[in-house]
């Protein structure tokens, strides 16, 4: 497929697993949003193919809308201190949110971020995300819809990056040391 695979040590999840576990996703949160007008909040960047394939599965009357955050200071987000780059267009005033991620690692940012949200009004703020670390918890964030529990391990693509690489990867794989050591 794509010669940028050959950077990973091996395929955690192939697209087809993908695919099955956003639509597994889909169907519960139209049983649970049925009747709303959902706002779908994605996280840029890693979120946008989680994004992309969830809204277009999913089967209700919905609006997207995105938001990127980083850290502050260089490197590490161990703070758990996040800057806002792009703010969201919508007023959450009364909105059932769903922020959409690709994956929880110390559970930081999603913490801030959904914190941030509700303070906005939302009527409801809840997160989907279709990886997360469980070993890797710094804070633990309640999380209703998650895809797969994965080891702590680097992962890159489907949305996932190594210095802004490997995004554009149909499958989730695990970057081989030889490209980062
Ligand atoms: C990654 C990932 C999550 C976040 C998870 O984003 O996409 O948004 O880190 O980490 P945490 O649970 O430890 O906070 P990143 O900051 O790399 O930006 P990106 O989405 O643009 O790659
Ligand atoms: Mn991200
Ligand atoms: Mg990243």
């Not at 949160?29 to 706002?39: C, F, R, T, V, W």
């Not at 997360?132 to 895809?147: I, L, M, T």
């Not at 996932?160 to 050591?181: I, Q």
């Given at each position: 497929?794509?010669?940028?695979?050959?950077?990973?040590?091996?395929?955690?999840?192939?697209?087809?697993?993908?695919?099955?576990?956003?639509?597994?996703?889909s169907?519960?949160?139209?049983?649970?949003?049925?009747?709303?007008?959902?706002?779908?909040?994605?996280v840029?960047?890693?979120?946008?193919?989680?994004?992309?394939?969830?809204?277009?599965?999913?089967?209700?009357?919905?609006?997207?809308?995105?938001?990127?955050?980083?850290s502050?200071g260089?490197?590490?987000?161990?703070?758990?201190?996040?800057?806002?780059?792009?703010?969201?267009?919508?007023?959450?005033?009364?909105?059932?949110?769903?922020?959409?991620?690709?994956?929880?690692?110390?559970?930081?940012?999603?913490?801030?971020?959904?914190?941030?949200?509700?303070?906005?009004?939302?009527?409801?703020?809840?997160?989907?995300?279709?990886l997360?670390?469980?070993?890797?918890?710094?804070?633990?964030?309640?999380?209703?819809?998650?895809?797969f529990?994965?080891?702590?391990?680097?992962?890159?693509?489907y949305g996932?990056?190594?210095?802004?690489?490997?995004?554009?990867?149909?499958?989730?794989?695990?970057?081989?040391?030889?490209?980062?050591?």
């Open positions: 497929s794509n010669e940028i695979a050959g950077d990973l040590s091996k395929v955690l999840l192939t697209q087809q697993e993908i695919h099955d576990k956003i639509a597994e996703l169907r519960r949160i139209e049983a649970d949003y049925e009747g709303e007008n959902l706002l779908l909040v994605g840029l960047k890693g979120a946008v193919m989680v994004m992309a394939d969830l809204a277009r599965e999913l089967k209700l009357p919905l609006n997207m809308d995105w938001m990127a955050v980083s502050y260089s490197g590490t987000k161990s703070s758990g201190v996040v800057r806002i780059l792009k703010d969201l267009d919508s007023d959450l005033t009364g909105r059932k949110v769903l922020i959409v991620e690709d994956i929880i690692d110390s559970g930081l940012t999603l913490s801030w971020l959904r914190a941030n949200l509700e303070s906005r009004g939302a009527a409801s703020v809840e997160i989907c995300a279709l997360r670390k469980p070993d890797a918890a710094k804070v633990e964030v309640d999380v209703r819809y998650v895809g529990d994965i080891p702590n391990e680097f992962v890159v693509g996932l990056d190594y210095a802004e690489k490997y995004r554009n990867l149909r499958d989730v794989g695990v970057l081989a040391p030889h490209v980062y050591s």
